[in-house]
């Protein structure tokens, strides 16, 4: 990556203006999860953009069904593992099931995932425009999710792609552009068709990471497991294994990141 989207601060950590400036010169953004020091340190090195301790751990590393059992503690703890070893990504840390129900509990929450974790950034899902008012109001940079969001799993009623009616399609776009509004530093879009989220990306000034939300999003993120092939079950059609071409998991890492920044990834066959 070019060295002048790094600012001026001691340890070349990136921060949200970097990934301003790269949606800024169409440079795209690379971001995928980690949850331990050794994987945090190979994703570090690869050049990765983005760090995300995901509540997703709650299925790749504890073994659940879905998200929701993840605790706060179990991600400082993660979290704390990774921004021990990463010293360029931005790390983003998830606030988990119900730990933002009101502002002043999300509050209370991303503040132990700074202050204990040393996570930059704070992901929430949902269009939570008075919480992330309050958040950004107390300094906090603020990621929000929209599209498929695994944390309402049982009111969705099952992991599919969002967005594709026409009022639902709306939906997406008013939320987006409320949650920009709000002052989240960026958006990630999970499981939209490539044309709805070509369209946010288009309309948004913030940076919109995509993962199955096809190629024209200002970024994208996978689950590192789900990329290196080693995730449980069925791997999801949105994501690529990048090890199976190669013979380390430092040439996958670094692979996934040239196909990011290159626009090689996504193709048609891993977006909706
Ligand atoms: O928890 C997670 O890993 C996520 C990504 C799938 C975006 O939210």
Known sequence: MS?????SNSLNVLTHLDLLAMKQSGEKITCLTAYDASFAALVDASGIDVILVG????MVIQ???TTLPVKIEEIIYHTRCVTKTCQRALVMADLPFMTYATPESAAQNAARLIQDGGAKMVKLEGAKIEVIEFLVAQG????????LLPQFIHQIGGYKVQGKITEAAEK?????????????AMLILECVPTDL??????????PVIGIGAGKSCDGQVLVVYDMLGI?????????KNFLCDTDSIESAL???SAAVKNGDFPTAKHSF
């Not at 060295?3 to 600012?7: D, I, S």
């Not at 509540?55 to 709650?58: M, V």
């Open 231 to 239: 995730s449980v079950g069925k791997r999801p059609r949105f994501s």
């Open 140 to 147: 906090i940079s603020v990621c929000g999710h929209l599209g």
């Open 55 to 58: 509540d997703s751990l709650g």
């Open 63 to 65: 073994g659940n069904s």
């Open 197 to 206: 989220a070509k369209k946010i990306a288009e309309n948004l000034t913030i």
């Open 172 to 184: 997406l776009c008013v939320d987006a552009l409320a949650i920009q509004k709000a002052g989240a």
């Open 3 to 7: 060295p002048n989207y790094l600012n």
């Open 254 to 256: 670094k692979n996934y």
